[in-house]
């Protein structure tokens, strides 16, 4: 069984700019969350998707959107990019939603802004 | 608020060493659910354990046993003759519990970094 796959891997921008991340789940599992990782604040929730809709939103600001399509992959935007969005984003899928499930996590896409 | 606090921001061993991560949490949620994950320099977050509220029975899986006990918040993880292919990033996690409306996400610890020495 294939594992979450994440594209890209890496990903340069420039600030002001705007991005896009895709997210593939494993096979069958409906929920997908995305968390970002920094040194400074460690790893963060952003928002958590399941059956196209968003269920959980983290603390961060409109810039970061997502969405989900009908066969479960997931997409994570955000737009006027800062220095400060340098990150390792990271994807989780898990079978339903909750917290009564495992969530498996992608390899993950490092963007840096320059 | 829902807490996770991982105070061991880095452990160096050798080879053989048993060693303990430590991880406290706090929530007002009475069902909830522990995780540990391992982050390789691969960066993907590799799950190990998940534990719910209602069972403190420790857990042993080959070299690595976890210890749960909701009288002091506290779910420690050990790696008995650690190798130095445990070295790497430790991280324990809580979800979002009902309380919270939160069910889906999982609140992270700093994270350990654990560098095993041969």
């Known amino acids: 069984k294939a594992g979450v796959t994440q594209t890209p891997r890496y990903l340069i921008k420039t600030r002001g700019q705007q991005v896009t991340l895709s997210c593939s789940p494993i096979?069958?599992?409906?929920?997908v969350s995305w968390y970002q990782q920094t040194p400074g604040q460690g790893l963060q929730f952003l928002f958590e998707?399941?059956?196209?809709?968003?269920?959980n939103k983290g603390n961060f600001p409109g810039r970061f959107s997502g969405r989900q399509f009908s066969n479960s992959r997931s997409e994570m935007n955000v737009s006027t990019l800062e220095l400060g969005d340098s990150a390792l984003y990271l994807c989780a899928s898990s079978p339903g939603q909750g917290m009564n499930t495992e969530a498996f996590f992608g390899q993950g896409t490092r963007l840096t802004v320059v | 608020a829902q807490k996770v606090t991982q105070a061991q921001t880095e452990i160096s061993v050798v080879e053989k060493e048993d060693v303990t991560l430590d991880c406290v949490y706090e929530?007002?949620?009475?069902?909830?659910?522990l995780f540990w994950y391992k982050q390789p320099p691969s960066g993907e977050l590799v799950f190990l354990i998940r534990?719910?509220?209602?069972?403190?029975q420790n857990e042993i899986s080959g070299r690595y046993s976890w210890n749960f006990q909701k009288s002091t918040s506290s779910f420690n993880f050990t790696i008995t003759a650690s190798q130095v292919v445990d070295s790497a990033v430790y991280f324990c996690?809580?979800?979002?519990?009902?309380?919270?409306?939160?069910?889906?996400?999982?609140?992270f610890g700093q994270g350990t970094e654990l560098s095993v020495k041969p």
């Open positions: 534990r719910n509220s209602f069972d403190e």
């Open positions: 996690a809580l979800s979002g519990g009902v309380f919270y409306n939160q069910g889906g996400k999982l609140i």
């Open positions: 096979s069958g599992h409906r929920s």
């Open positions: 998707y399941f059956s196209e809709t968003q269920r």
């Open positions: 929530t007002r949620d009475t069902t909830y659910y």
